[in-house]
């Protein structure tokens, strides 16, 4: 008998069945080396293979085993999730698992009633769904009351991994399952679930925590690439493109075929169930709004459903069920939102308009695709300004272009992923887990405190002295409040924070206006999703892929009420994009001096690329990072990513003078222009001064810098926020090692 046919007779009557049921044949190999680890140990667990590869069954078919055979008394499973839709995809899918069992399931999160919490806080068992946010929730309102739910917990499951590491939310997580072991008196047993992982000794590293148990990482079997991949580019004819600002909203058609760029992504999506990403909320709400333009121009049925962030859970979940529904040919737009595990069903293509920041957000997303014996297929349409005769150097060169293939090249040749962002001073979630940790306690002595906080894993690398910096501030700003008997307790602008929904998230976000369509008079508002800022009565916004004129404002209850109107508008939201890894900006630079003909490049792309490559030897870019565009411009083309790039920038702005430069200019992480009146070789030799003396981060903070970036940064005293931005925001080691390549060149 095979190791596989062993576990499978291992598992209960249920699990059994479900595999009957759903036809496998045998376990796959991931599930197999699950099971020798959450059934014959009790050592944490990471699972990274790819999209659709049965992770989540490999993980609960022993964990479910072993509780089949041994109930808990308490809550015994807790899965935690970054997305509610994750959870209740997931939800639906424990249950049917789940019916024969015995074993109930509950998922928790701010869309479900309160009644389905209820029978879960009177009688917990089972399995847990739910999000860090309601998790930090139960641990700040109901601390007496955890271990009565958990106190018999087996196991830990995170999805996503990936979305987690290195991020406030990720840290957050390890807080709670901290503070849930000290509560219980035990370590649950962790497992780890994740699609794509750059560096799995980090993750692993990660998941373990502070639980000083060791990690088992089973390794994939090497994996033989199918993809059906195809890269289009196209020109936008100056004047001719879409054009609009935020009063007068394009109607018709006529504007959009001329622009053979998204008439050609309407094709690849025609009659197709499929998805379509964007970078951004902007662009999905525009492209949903052009593809519905050309549906309507062409007479075809509107398909075309939107999933992004800002949209009401309504209308989220009616595209998650309608692209779930075998019988239906739709098309959604979408953010990140949708680049997750949710299961979608059989999806036939996946569209990616311009290029994924990321190699892991590519395979995530072209993992959407291809399920069910399918290899995964996805188009990507770059659509880039059609150059005047005046355009400078570096806005010739289809930078986006050149990404897309990089990300691509850089899996295929050498199956890298980005490795998760070690964030050594996180002082937002430090005050977020201070106050948390402080409320539930009620009242701790300074020191207590601090012994508490500090020793959460997140915070391994803050100083003491930092800690009090921060309790002193808190105080000060009355977030803390110092007792007769030197105790600590929650001040009262510790209290309004509490008080609402929003503390339990440490991510940033933004007081919304709600958006409702329909008469508030008669009852009948549909919401429809939310904005940053509302426009005047009368005036219109996009939203929801479609176009709205606002009727009426709600000041103080943060509502706006609309009316849908014809037409196409832009849309903007505030944030940033994320991080480019400078590995993708070398291989850009690969792309440019490389011959390679890329097989799934189409004849516009191979095009657009071999006029690049001409123009990139021609102008010196392939040898020369610094370039002379004529006066007194010159330009950096340092191929750095996001983090090294703005370290670089900030040491040249820092040493202006020094260096004899002046009116810097940048574009993304792509170059840096700046004007000179001396020579290469002379400018060069100033360099080299200033690189001798070394890159260090904390010269190029200044001293009147107050970096807000995230969620609580705006209650931590100044000099803290400008070391965290000198030790998680700027990478000194890489641009020192960029600059003595430039001085050698």
Not at 195 to 205: F, R
Not at 288 to 301: E, G, L, S, W
Not at 355 to 369: D, E, H, K, M
Not at 462 to 488: N, P, W
């Amino acid at each position: 008998m095979s190791e596989a046919d062993r576990i499978f007779e291992r598992f209960p009557p249920f699990v059994r069945e479900y595999i009957y049921t759903h036809s496998w044949d045998s376990l796959r190999g991931i599930q197999v080396a699950a099971a020798r680890t959450l059934l014959d140990s009790d050592r944490h667990l990471l699972l990274t293979s790819g999209t659709a590869s049965g992770k989540t069954e490999a993980a609960f078919f022993p964990i479910l085993s072993r509780l089949f055979e041994n109930p808990s008394h308490t809550v015994a499973v807790l899965y935690v999730a970054p997305l509610k839709s994750l959870i209740n995809d997931q939800f639906a899918r424990m249950e049917e698992l789940l019916e024969e069992s015995g074993i109930p399931v509950t998922h928790w999160h701010g869309d479900v009633s309160a009644s389905h919490k209820k029978k879960l806080l009177e009688t917990p068992s089972g399995v847990l769904q739910i999000t860090p946010e309601s998790l930090e929730s139960m641990l700040l309102h109901r601390s007496n009351d955890i271990v009565r739910i958990f106190g018999d917990l087996r196991y830990v499951v995170i999805d996503e991994v990936h979305t987690l590491t290195g991020s406030d939310r990720g840290n957050q997580i390890q807080c709670q399952l901290s503070r849930i072991a000290r509560l219980i008196g035990k370590q649950p047993t962790r497992v780890g679930l994740s699609a794509t992982v750059g560096n799995p000794a980090l993750a692993a590293a990660w998941l373990a925590g502070d639980s000083g148990i060791e990690v088992d990482v089973p390794v994939p079997p090497a994996e033989q690439l199918r993809w059906r991949l195809g890269l289009e580019h196209f020109f936008i004819a100056n004047g001719e493109g879409e054009q609009s600002d935020d009063k007068k909203p394009l109607e018709g058609a006529q504007k959009v075929q001329i622009d053979a760029g998204y008439e050609y992504m309407y094709d690849c999506v025609k009659d197709k169930k499929a998805l379509v990403f964007s970078n951004s909320r902007e662009e999905t709400e525009f492209l949903t709004a052009t593809f519905r333009q050309i549906a309507a121009a062409r007479h075809d049925p509107d398909v075309f459903l939107i999933h992004h962030g800002n949209l009401s859970a309504a209308l989220r979940e009616d595209a998650e069920l309608k692209m779930k529904d075998e019988e239906k040919t739709v098309v959604t737009c979408a953010t990140v939102t949708m680049e997750l595990g949710i299961d979608i069903g059989r999806l036939e293509r996946v569209l990616q308009n311009e290029s994924p920041n990321s190699v892991a957000s590519f395979l995530q997303r072209l993992g959407r695709s291809g399920r069910r014996g399918q290899p995964p297929e996805m188009m990507m349409v770059f659509r880039e300004e059609d150059p005047l005769p005046n355009t400078p150097l570096p806005q010739l060169i289809p930078w986006g272009l050149l990404q897309g293939i990089a990300v691509i090249q850089l899996y295929v040749e050498e199956r890298f992923v980005e490795p998760p962002r070690q964030k050594t001073h996180p002082f937002s979630l430090l005050f977020h887990q201070t106050l948390s940790v402080l409320a539930a306690a009620g009242e701790l002595t300074p020191a207590a405190l601090a012994a508490r906080v500090l020793a959460l894993p997140p915070f391994a690398c803050v100083r003491k002295e930092d800690y009090r910096t921060l309790i002193i501030s808190m105080v000060q700003h009355d977030f803390l409040q110092m007792t007769e008997e030197k105790g600590l307790i929650v001040g009262l602008a510790g209290e309004r924070l509490l008080r609402s929904f929003q503390f339990y998230a440490v991510f940033k976000d933004s007081e919304d206006f709600t958006v409702r369509a329909g008469d508030p008079e008669k009852g009948a508002a549909e919401e429809i999703g939310t904005i940053t800022t509302p426009p005047p009565v009368g005036d219109r916004f996009a939203l929801a892929g479609r176009v709205w004129e606002v009727e009426e404002l709600d000041i103080p209850r943060k509502l706006v009420y609309v009316h849908p109107v014809l037409g196409k508008m832009q849309v903007s939201w505030p944030g940033d994009y994320g991080e480019i890894h400078t590995k993708i900006l070398q291989r850009m630079k690969q792309v440019l001096c490389e011959d390679t003909v890329y097989p799934y490049l189409k004849p516009n792309a191979a095009h657009r690329l071999e006029v690049a490559r001409r123009l990139a030897r021609n102008t010196g870019v392939t040898e020369h990072s610094l370039l002379h565009l004529g006066g007194s411009t010159w330009c950096l083309f340092p191929f750095l990513g996001t983090r090294s790039f703005r370290t670089l920038r900030r040491l040249l702005a820092a040493n202006a003078s020094a260096l004899g430069i002046s009116g810097i200019e940048f574009e993304g992480c792509r170059y840096i222009s700046f004007h000179m009146e001396q020579t290469r070789e002379e400018f060069l030799s100033r360099l080299a001064e200033v690189a001798a003396h070394g890159v260090h981060a904390e010269e190029l903070v200044f001293p009147s810098e107050q970096p807000l970036f995230d969620k609580y940064d705006a209650f931590i005293p100044a000099e803290l926020l400008r070391r965290a931005y000198a030790c998680d925001r700027l990478d000194p080691a890489e641009v020192a090692k960029r600059l003595d390549e430039l001085l050698a060149e």
